[in-house]
């Protein structure tokens, strides 16, 4: 391990090539990330998940990724060969996706699905593996590790769904998890629920995390630190203690967009966009 | 016509805020027409068919010999030569000037099996879609019913009731294919059934009557041309092979099915004698697969990888 | 867990009893209804079309005492309605009247060639499978590539292209020049009188017998037509193929599948085919359906005696009882894969077992 720095973000640019030209989706983003809770925000379009799919490696083979540094744990991500990268992902890197209705595949039980992560980056056995999937369904407080264990992703709810996703993703145990947008797809209800078994497993096995969110006071009560990104940049880095006194407006902008419980508000307030924001 | 007018003509045509509902229209056109064109394999699909209608239409000056009266003491089953490029039969006609005129038997089976399967089709579909309850589930359901059977076994028993011939094969045709065209239709008719724009038609007191013939028949027609452009090379094998099997088109038609069949006698000595109207019935029927495609793709990105 | 999901769960039990009753009820009515369906067309093509239909199920030269016995076993003074009830009521029973050629009851004479075409059909299914599905996901996950390219045109020839021709012109290739394979028929004469079938399909008759002249001999047989059936199936499964696994790929759980650091093969084909493979069941059973109809000009070129040789040899003698007994045949399996397919989708697809 390489000082306390988990990963390094240096210009990180993606270019898509489209039929009516060039799209940059992620125009020289930079950061830095020990392990800590590091939140990303910005409104949809803005370039979030195409950062934390280059960081992963799984940007659409269309498009190009370049970087001054791309750096996990000292390794250059961009020069390392495929295969390396591939060893990295789901073992080292790990990343949860939006929707548990998509992104769990119908066809495969859910066990089945979280036993395939493991024995594809450790040597176990199946019965070894079994017994450590119910563990780790266990652990994102599945209270009957067993039965879920058998089902297909669509007879289990959403909540249930995105912590089996959990699972999956963290059997390995990674030292860097890439959340985008863990909670958006789920019921209000039990977005606190799966908030908090997520909070509580980076927290327990020292992992960092990279949150991605368009909701900036669910990534302020819940991060350290907060990225604002707006048309593929960064706008502002902030201490998420500190969001109160942001200066960008951009982030000001977004701050008040969000509601407050007492006030009403007439009339809704507008985000605010410049151009110059971006250039 | 400068550069300068040929740019500022397709900035017209693609503006973002159209002014009029025409140029919007046209806009429209030109963006199918640039997909369509950027793809070749289209194009020559779209050529070979042009070729096909040129051939029927010319066949009087393209043909060197009589389709139908040979020379049966001379010229019985010739090979290929400059004289006769495909050969000759065993009546002694010339195979090139057969195929020649039967693109028009060709032609005459797809348009005729167009104009009255889609149709059908389309009545269906829209009366299904637009009436609703029970007068969908009955209509869908035999439909569906159509759709479950082998569409040349049927036709075959058609012809073979009817008796043979190449009305009769077109006719049996059409009777087994118009059943997707109703579901296509009736698919069209529910996504516009409940528009306002639908609803705006009916408060105004337009009778049911006239709202499918006027605002919903011409909805479908788009996807339905894609559909029977594709359908095209199925109808022209099965009526090849009702003419095959003897059931279409009667000697001394130059029908292409027909001409394999007769040719088939002499396939192991004289093989040419089926074999050039075999490669014309492919050429034609990929040419009509290959626009359906590019058709399809043009007019609905969208399903462009299904 | 929630109290919710607690109870969902125990209720899913007799849920998903329901809903499997309820989706067996339904196919069961689409089964009779589109049967019905293709006895009133076939009744409609014998008994309405023909102007009379005695004279065209035994042709105009039969004895005027047999032709009067016929119209009252036909019940032709009936109403139509009557006349349909019996009618359905005969072909339960699988009595589809006597063949004029043959002699025998319809039935009996498809019972005796329908296993030749089976064998044909499956023949050509398996070849169009094996080689239709590997190329489909191929092109699919190459897409654009060469191999993209290759498997479009020899997709498009093949719905293209007419296929009695394309027999024709290989036996001229593989019997006349190369002497590959054999003249059309089933067996070598030599056989035809010495090998007792056991189950119909002379591959596996053959086979079972330990008689591998005779399987040798067989397959010399089967080759073509079967290669010629299996290249039209191929074209239909590496085109769905094709299509439905590009559309696999492009779903979120592909990305995660990614994310989890699968190989590449993996991800192909333990998870974006075996999504495809759901809908590919449907696809392989229709183009099964559909061999079986193309059997009918196939087994013309290549003298195959199944059921489409039995239909056309009948046409062409005006043989009324056996063409319209085979179309029944050939129309009920159709119908019958047609509706299993879908069946068998919804027993395959994990997210419709409960409904
Ligand atoms: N496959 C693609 N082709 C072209 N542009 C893309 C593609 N994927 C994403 N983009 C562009 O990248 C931008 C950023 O997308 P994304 O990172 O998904 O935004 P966010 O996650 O912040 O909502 C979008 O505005 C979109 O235009
Ligand atoms: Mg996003």
Redesign the interface.
């Known amino acids: 391990m390489s000082g306390d720095t988990l990963l390094e973000v240096d210009d990180l640019r993606v270019t898509f090539p489209t039929r009516t030209g060039l799209v940059q989706a992620v125009r020289g983003v930079s950061f830095s990330l020990g392990r800590e809770r590091l939140g990303i925000v910005g409104e949809s379009g803005s370039g979030k998940s195409q950062t934390g ?1 280059a960081i ?1 490696g ?1 940007t659409p083979p269309q498009a190009e990724v370049s970087a001054r540094k791309l750096a996990f744990d000292g390794i250059d991500l961009l020069s390392i060969s495929p295969r390396e990268r ?6 080292r890197i ?2 949860i ?3 548990p209705k ?7 039980t859910i066990g089945r699905q979280i036993v ?2 493991l024995r ?2 450790e040597k176990v056995s199946k019965a070894e593996a079994r017994e450590r999937a119910l563990a780790m369904l266990q652990a994102v407080q ?3 590790p067993a ?1 879920v264990f058998d089902l ?1 992703p ?4 959403g909540g ?1 769904g995105q912590r089996a ?1 959990i699972a ?2 963290l059997i390995t145990g990674p030292e860097l998890m890439i959340a985008d947008e863990p909670t958006s797809a789920l019921d209000v209800t039990v977005q606190l629920d799966v908030l908090k078994i997520l909070d509580k497993l980076v927290a327990e096995r020292g992992m960092g995390l990279i949150f991605i969110s368009h909701d900036l006071r669910l990534v302020s009560s819940f991060c350290d630190r907060v990225v604002v990104m707006y048309a593929g940049k960064v706008v502002e880095q902030i201490e998420a203690s500190e969001l109160r006194d942001a200066q960008h407006p951009y982030t000001r902008g977004l701050l008040n967009c969000m509601p407050r419980i007492g006030f009403e508000r007439h009339p809704l307030p507008v985000l605010d966009r410049k151009p110059e924001w971006a250039a | 016509m400068s550069a300068e007018t040929i740019q500022s003509r397709r900035e017209w045509l693609l503006s973002d805020r159209p002014a009029s509902r025409l140029q919007a229209r046209l806009g429209r056109a030109y963006v199918a027409w640039r997909r369509f064109s950027a793809n070749r394999l289209a194009l020559v699909g779209m050529l070979i068919i042009i070729a096909l209608v040129a051939v029927a239409a010319l066949a009087d000056v393209l043909a060197p010999y009589s389709a139908t009266v040979g020379d049966l003491k001379n010229a019985r089953l010739l090979a290929p030569s400059a004289a006769h490029w495909f050969g000759t039969d065993d009546l002694g006609r010339d195979i090139y000037s057969r195929i020649v005129y039967g693109a028009r038997w060709t032609l005459y089976v797809v348009i005729l099996v167009a104009i009255i399967a889609a149709p059908i089709g389309l009545l269906v579909g829209t009366v299904a879609g637009y009436a609703g309850g029970w007068t969908d589930t009955i209509l869908m359901r035999i439909t569906d019913i159509f759709l479950a059977f082998p569409k040349l076994v049927l036709a075959l028993a058609f012809v073979a009731a009817l008796g043979p011939g190449i009305e009769n094969a077109v006719l049996a045709i059409a009777i087994t294919s118009w059943p997707p065209y109703a579901r296509i239709a009736r698919a069209e008719t529910l996504t516009v059934r409940n528009s306002d724009y639908i609803k705006a038609v009916q408060l105004m007191g337009a009778s049911p009557f006239r709202i499918v013939l006027r605002h919903i028949m011409p909805l479908c027609i788009s996807s339905l041309i894609i559909r029977v452009t594709l359908d095209m090379a199925g109808i022209i094998l099965t009526a090849a092979g009702l003419g095959f099997l003897g059931l279409g088109a009667q000697p001394p038609l130059p029908e292409w099915g027909a001409m394999i069949a007769s040719g088939r006698r002499f396939i192991l000595d004289q093989w040419w004698v089926a074999a050039a109207p075999g490669a014309a019935i492919l050429i034609v029927s990929l040419g009509f697969n290959l626009l359906g495609d590019g058709l399809r793709d043009a007019l609905d990105p969208r399903s462009g990888d299904q | 867990m929630s109290v919710a999901e607690n109870q969902a769960a125990a209720g899913r039990g007799s849920a998903r009893a329901v809903a499997i009753l309820s989706s067996l009820g339904r196919f069961l009515v689409v089964a009779v209804t589109t049967y019905l369906g293709l006895l009133a067309v076939t009744f409609f093509i014998g008994r309405v079309i023909p102007i009379d239909p005695v004279l065209a199920v035994l042709g105009d030269r039969a004895p005027t005492a047999v032709v009067e016995r016929t119209r009252r076993e036909m019940g032709l003074d009936l109403p139509w309605i009557e006349q349909f009830y019996l009618y359905v009521k005969a072909a339960l029973r699988g009595d589809f009247g006597t063949s004029v050629l043959t002699t025998n009851p319809v039935m009996s004479d498809i019972r005796r060639v329908f296993p030749a075409t089976i064998e044909l059909a499956t023949l050509g299914t398996i070849i169009g499978a094996v080689i239709g599905v590997p190329l489909g996901v191929l092109a699919a996950v190459k897409r654009g590539s060469l191999i993209d390219q290759i498997a479009r045109v020899v997709g498009l020839i093949g719905y293209s292209v007419p296929i009695f021709w394309l027999g024709l012109l290989g036996l001229v290739l593989f019997y006349a020049k190369l002497q590959w394979i054999a003249f059309p028929a089933r067996l070598d004469v030599v056989y035809e009188y010495t090998f007792t079938p056991i189950t119909g399909f002379y591959l596996l008759d053959a086979a079972i017998q330990g008689q591998w002249d005779v399987f040798h001999d067989a397959w010399r047989h089967i080759v073509l037509p079967a290669a010629l059936l299996g290249y039209l199936s191929l074209a239909y499964i590496s085109r769905m193929t094709r299509s439905f696994m590009l559309n696999e790929l492009a779903q979120e759980y592909i990305v995660a599948a990614r994310a989890k650091g699968l190989s590449e093969r993996r991800i192909i084909w333990g998870h974006a085919l075996r999504n495809a493979a759901v809908p590919m069941v449907t696809v392989i059973a229709l183009s099964y359906a559909n061999l079986l109809e193309g059997s009918v000009l196939t087994e013309t070129v290549f003298s195959w005696p199944g059921i489409g040789l039995y239909i056309t040899n009948s046409l062409q003698n005006a043989d009324m009882n056996a063409v319209l007994g085979g179309t029944i045949a050939i129309g009920s399996v159709f119908i019958a894969i047609n509706l299993l397919s879908d069946l068998l989708y919804r027993l395959l697809d994990p997210r419709t077992k409960a409904g």
């Open positions: 799919r992963m799984l591939r060893a990295l992902r789901g073992n790990a990343m996706l939006q929707d998509y992104s769990l595949d119908p066809v495969m395939e992560t594809t980056h599945i209270r009957d039965r297909y669509h007879e289990v709810s249930m996703m999956m993703m």
